[in-house]
């Protein structure tokens, strides 16, 4: 059974967090205005948390725990691959090392963040992720009301940038991890659960005035998953099914009707784009681009492909360097072979979380696999962030059989000060 952490490990995985928090936020605010000082001050506080990440992350991964050899081999192999393009691929040059640090999306540390696998005591390193997840909710909240002329701004063709995906950047760093509450939801008091359901719903609906369809995917499929592990976790699953479904129809049926009355107001964004094809030229550009080497091995961490007349204002006329289906930028980036190695270990893991297991947090953990998994379509969330910190937590706790075996109260017992 995981027992209490030791001090030492204690102190590194709150540092190691605290620095993926400052990253995060700090990413946000570059996000959040093009003024250079603003910029300036979440580069700096960017590279504040790398430093504390690096400090901290060798120095609470063992290898001598109880993961799998296999886990060890195909993680030494995904190491590998990164060694071998950054060998390959990365130029030394100051501006674009610095950028590949602090980009977000498949950043140099996106690839370092599958070693938390090795990490001991893993359901308490993921009770204090959570921890950090609430406090992201917190000011998610605080960068709604500070830019909320930005984020509820109705958008033309020449917006600027940086403020037009504003609110991307909050959800994907700051309020996607909400929904990991919701699947552990036996684990939390009413007032967490009820927080995180909040920071969901309001994603929600900000996403629904936004149209920002993808956004709206990710808010309501951690839904869906809470529910299914209710009804899989129920005394009463046949009842609690039927329940669901009339609960899941009678929301629909309500938010038709919103919809139909409202085509013209809170919906007007929605209605424009709503059967918008915004992929298909994309996708085929890239795909008309590569070649079989390219599908191997990708184009390295500077690869584009040639895509003109995509981007608003024209900014970029021929070659892109990201596409927005996020398994294709992996490929585009790090080739398939990478994209490979990642599934080889994602799916067991979601396969052992949900069908080898005996608690509810290692059918959620394979649920919040799953999730990112489906993510790789519509969103870039291949990143150094809390969402795929929690993705890599779930893979070490899907792959301990000790774990997966834990009994239900055991598990409540570690998650019980919430």
Same mark, same amino acid.
């Given at each position: 059974m995981d027992r209490e952490l030791t001090t030492h490990d204690a102190r590194n995985i709150n540092i190691f967090l605290v620095g993926i928090a400052l990253y995060s936020i700090a990413l946000v605010i570059a996000r959040s205005d093009p003024a250079y000082l603003v910029i300036l001050a979440g580069e700096l506080i960017q590279f504040l948390g790398i430093c504390f990440v690096v400090y901290s992350l060798f120095a609470f991964v063992k290898l001598n725990n109880t993961t799998t050899p296999y886990v060890k081999f195909i993680l030494a192999l995904l190491l590998a691959w990164f060694y071998f393009l950054i060998a390959w691929s990365l130029r030394l040059d100051f501006d674009i090392i610095k950028r590949m640090l602090?980009?977000?999306?498949?950043?140099?540390?996106?690839?370092?963040?599958?070693?938390?696998?090795?990490?001991?005591?893993?359901?308490?390193?993921?009770k204090n992720t959570v921890r950090i997840c609430i406090i992201l909710g917190i000011i998610y909240f605080v960068f709604l009301f500070l830019y909320k002329d930005v984020i509820f701004k109705i958008y033309g063709s020449q917006s600027v940038v940086n403020e037009k995906y504003f609110f991307e950047y909050c959800v994907l760093w700051l309020s996607i991890t909400a929904g990991i509450i919701l699947l552990l939801y036996p684990y939390f008091s009413r007032k967490v659960k009820i927080f995180a359901l909040i920071v969901v719903l309001v994603t929600l609906v900000t996403a629904l005035f936004r149209a920002r369809r993808?956004?709206?995917?990710i808010s309501v499929f951690p839904l869906l998953l809470a529910g299914f592990l209710y009804i899989l976790n129920s005394r009463y699953k046949l009842l609690a099914l039927i329940i669901g479904i009339v609960i899941l129809f009678g929301i629909s049926g309500l938010g038709y009707e919103l919809y139909t009355n409202n085509q013209n107001g809170f919906f007007s964004n929605?209605?424009?784009?709503?059967?918008?094809?915004?992929?298909?030229? %994309?996708?085929? &550009? +890239?795909?008309?681009?590569?070649?079989?080497?390219d599908w191997i091995i990708g184009r390295g961490f500077e690869g584009r492909y040639f895509c003109p007349n995509i981007d608003d204002n024209y900014e970029v006329v021929g070659y892109r360097s990201m596409i927005e289906t996020d398994f294709?930028?992996?490929?585009?980036?790090?080739?398939?072979?990478?994209l490979f190695l990642l599934l080889s270990l994602m799916i067991p893991a979601v396969y052992k979380g949900w069908f080898q297991s005996?608690?509810?947090?290692s059918k959620a953990a394979a649920?919040?696999?799953?999730?990112?998994?489906?993510?790789?379509y519509p969103a870039n969330v291949f990143a150094f962030s809390f969402n795929y910190l929690l993705v890599w937590l779930? %893979?070490?706790? &899907? +792959?301990?059989?000790?774990?997966?075996?834990?009994?239900?109260?055991?598990?409540?017992?570690?998650?019980?000060?919430?």
């Open positions: 602090l980009k977000g999306e498949g950043s140099l540390f996106t690839y370092l963040i599958p070693l938390v696998v090795f990490a001991k005591k893993k359901v308490l390193f993921l993808t956004l709206i995917f929605l209605t424009t784009r709503i059967d918008e094809d915004t992929r298909t030229g %994309v996708n085929e &550009c +890239f795909y008309n681009d590569f070649i079989f080497n294709l930028n992996i490929i585009l980036k790090s080739g398939g072979v990478y005996k608690n509810l947090l649920s919040w696999i799953f999730f990112w998994i489906i993510c790789l779930a %893979v070490g706790i &899907c +792959f301990s059989e000790r774990i997966r075996l834990m009994p239900e109260e055991t598990v409540k017992r570690h998650f019980k000060m919430y």
